[in-house]
């Protein structure tokens, strides 16, 4: 095939470019597949890993019924090694929830103290509202209170104060319990309409305190 003057010189052009450029294009290409390689072994070792997670949980489950003490070690290979999963803290959660119905608050507090480290902010949130319980039980309501000043999201707020509402009634301080109270109801009412149902428990709860 012919190629007029035109044409020939947009190859000589074209093959130049690719002679001084085509090196680095190459290499981008094949960055590019590597990345992508990578990403796809990456979702592979994700899904191993969540796999192997699961199955690490479902045993840290059955341990748990068994009151043998391997749950224990379970549960720290899954802390360990699954950190990030789902699993790991659910497990621990579970884990400081036997504990607390078998009344061994010692065995509660580890279990929750890690979620607190190393887990999302809701769950970091639902562990220190637990484990703020777990405390008043053990006579240390200061430490309870100290454990719901950080609210990790602020989706929490209203509940952790009407947690402190509860320590304070603990400690025969209705003046604070009150004070905390009013903070929830107003953190609630904020929220609008689809909390109206909440605000009214929590504004009867009120009505019961003593003046």
């Given at each position: ?8 010189e ?66 720290s ?79 929490f ?6 947690k ?28 609008g309409?689809?909390s ?15 003046k």
């Amino acid at each position: 095939m012919a190629f007029d003057l035109e044409e020939q010189e947009q190859i000589e052009n074209l093959k130049a470019f690719w002679k001084r450029w085509g090196w680095l294009l190459s290499g981008i290409v094949v960055l590019g597949a590597v990345a992508f390689l990578g990403l796809k072994g990456n979702d592979w070792y994700q899904a191993r890993q969540m796999s192997q997670a699961a199955e690490l949980f479902e045993t840290h489950t059955q341990a748990l019924t068994q009151k043998d003490g391997s749950d224990a070690s379970l549960l720290s290979n899954l802390q360990s090694n699954f950190g990030k999963s789902r699993y790991a803290a659910l497990a621990s959660f579970n884990t400081a929830q036997t504990a607390v119905n078998a009344q061994a608050w010692d065995k509660a507090t580890p279990p929750l103290q890690w979620i607190i480290e190393h887990s999302t902010v809701d769950n970091q949130a639902a562990a220190r509202l637990m484990l703020a319980d777990v405390l008043v039980q053990t006579q240390k309501n200061d430490d309870a209170l100290k454990t719901l000043e950080t609210v990790p999201t602020p989706e929490f707020t209203a509940a952790f104060a009407n947690k402190k509402s509860d320590i304070y009634l603990t400690m025969n301080d209705t003046a604070n319990a009150r004070k905390s109270l009013e903070a929830a109801i107003k953190t609630v009412e904020a929220e609008g309409a689809q909390s109206k149902d909440l605000a009214k428990s929590l504004k009867q709860k009120l009505d019961f305190l003593p003046k």
